[in-house]
């Protein structure tokens, strides 16, 4: 992580995204970034465990939601994978 512990990657992103959504007034926010901090964070919220059920490959999208504090995982969309192969 370029100097950081994984703590400290977690703790970083979990701030600034929850400062920019508390402040948001309800707005919806696009946020990108590369496969291991996306991982970091999806395993704060879901675990290990079911983290681990899921590859961030290229281009994947996971939706989020918001509220009192948390984020509650919706889903993950692997745009690189066309309906047929699912």
Known sequence: ???ETKNEVEH????TL?????SSNGKTFLAVSHGT????FLR???GDDMANQY???NCCILKFIYTH???EFLDMVDPTIDDANK
């Open 44 to 46: 704060k919220w879901i």
């Open 37 to 40: 901090a996306i991982q970091v």
């Open 12 to 15: 970083r992103i979990v701030t």
């Open 69 to 71: 504090g948390k984020f």
């Open 55 to 57: 590859v961030i490959g």
């Open 18 to 22: 929850s400062n920019l959504l508390e």
């Open 1 to 3: 992580f370029g100097g």
